[in-house]
């Protein structure tokens, strides 16, 4: 390990936001509902291209780890009639967004996302995509994309999915040690990834993901290297390597992980760099805070062209401005701020069933002050040079105050002009991103709001 690096723990280690949106979801509230969610769908500009995003909150069976919205639903008239809720979803977002004459608002990326959308029954499938298809012009280069568990996959699946237009497969692998999927509560073999990727490519899904993470029970530095090297024999396009959020006080199932075998910080940054120094040796570019990918892949080429970009999706080459959220928690970014949808899947149902609005829970307005200072921490997230020139009243003086100690540790480079992440600054992405985030307390937030930045 790196020398510095316990010093720059004990300074920038605690509680942050990922920094997926601007303000973040803790300032979301139910001040915000349908009527604005109205609005502001029809307050996009007719002719512009959009993002959809679909959650599927359902899972054949659950890890221990997870953090996101999803549960065990096995019942196939459950699984087809929130197919169903999907598409009534899309309608009524849908007849919102403005047309220009009798053309159909453009679509340049789709994913879904869960939970496992495999879940959802082949009919259902049909009749989302379908739905979607009459709804939106689906652009010839538009990316469709969806999550997949490889212990519940089959060529079947694979040509299924071929055939309806998706052209990524993003796969959870997280880790391959026996001891460690024993810890998470999720068993799965090298053999069940391999052949969940060759399938998907004989099929003609030609775009692999894989997300691995570290920071997990019983983890070392020598067995996530073993992962990172078995993981990288794939050739997956791109992977994701997070670090594990344990946040039981939210997702009630990682109450069954065994704290007392977490890594502590610096083991949890020595695996980081663990995963690092395998994949560049492999050949895989870094990406942002956590990504890496082929060098002829697209996400490599827009980080090298400074077209990157980071929303509720996580990094993407997408360069849709407005994300329409569709499905049970799913969250959309509209020219008036972010909404939520309502998060249980059954509340989500029934708001569709009682009322014609839209199923909205909560949100928050964006200010111009907040527009400004999104656009600085995307670029921040996404490793891109920051211009500070000084505009009107606001020259981020308080700012550049703070990040004069991140400069001294060797985290940024900082003009009078310019801000820039350094390498040895790329693990503290959302510590100085965290910077221009005026909603947090310089002391940074408690563990009851924010995962471990670290």
């Not at 920038?12 to 936001?17: F, K, R, W």
């Not at 992440?421 to 307390?441: C, K, Q």
């Amino acid at each position: 390990m790196n020398a510095a690096l316990p010093a720059l723990l004990a300074r920038y280690d605690g509680n942050l936001p990922r920094y997926t949106s601007y303000p973040t979801a803790v300032r979301f509230s139910d001040s915000v509902g349908p009527k604005q969610a109205s609005d502001w769908l029809e307050a996009i500009p007719p002719g512009e291209a959009l993002s959809l995003y679909l959650h599927v909150p359902f899972c054949d069976e659950l890890c221990s780890f997870c953090g996101c919205n999803t549960t065990v639903v096995r019942q196939e008239n459950a699984r087809a009639a929130y197919a169903d809720l999907l598409c009534e979803n899309l309608r009524r977002a849908g007849r919102l967004i403005p047309r220009i004459a009798a053309s159909r608002p453009p679509l340049t990326h789709i994913q879904f996302g869960g939970g496992t959308p495999t879940t959802l029954p082949e009919s259902g499938f049909h009749a989302v995509l379908d739905l979607i298809r009459d709804l939106f012009d689906i652009r010839p280069d538009a990316e469709l994309s969806i999550e997949l568990d490889p212990r519940h996959f089959s060529p079947s699946m694979a040509t299924m999915l071929a055939g309806l237009g998706f052209t990524r497969g993003s796969l959870g692998v997280q880790d391959l040690d026996p001891a460690v999927q024993q810890a998470c509560g999720r068993i799965q073999s090298l053999a069940q990834t391999r052949d969940c990727v060759e399938a998907l490519r004989a099929a003609g899904i030609g775009s692999v993901n894989i997300d691995l993470i570290y920071g997990l029970p019983l983890q070392t530095t020598e067995s996530i290297r073993e992962t990172a090297l078995q993981t990288a024999t794939l050739r997956p396009d791109r992977l994701a390597v997070f670090g594990y959020a344990h946040v039981p006080w939210k997702a009630k199932r990682q109450q069954l992980m065994p704290e007392a075998d977490l890594p502590g910080a610096p083991e949890r940054i020595a695996q980081r760099q663990m995963i690092d120094q395998v994949l560049r040796d492999e050949g895989y570019t870094a990406i942002g805070l956590d990504h890496y990918a082929l060098p002829e892949d697209s996400m490599a080429r827009a980080t090298r062209d400074g077209t990157l970009h980071r929303n509720f999706q996580g990094y993407t080459t997408d360069t849709a401005k407005w994300l329409v959220g569709i499905g049970a928690s799913a969250v959309s970014s509209l020219p008036g701020g972010f909404t939520q949808n309502i998060v249980s899947p059954a509340a989500f149902a029934r708001a569709l069933s009682d009322s014609p609005d839209l199923p909205i829970a909560r949100g928050v307005a964006c200010t111009e002050d907040d527009r400004k200072r999104a656009a600085l921490i995307e670029q921040i997230m996404c490793g891109c040079p920051v211009d500070l020139t000084p505009t009107g009243p606001d020259d981020f003086t308080a700012e550049r105050e703070r990040l004069k100690q991140f400069a001294a540790d060797g985290l940024v480079e900082l003009t009078e002009t310019t801000l820039s992440v350094t390498e040895t600054g790329r693990p503290f992405l959302r510590n100085i991103a965290a910077v221009f985030d005026r909603y947090l307390p310089i002391t940074g937030a408690g563990p009851g709001q924010h995962s471990r930045a670290i």
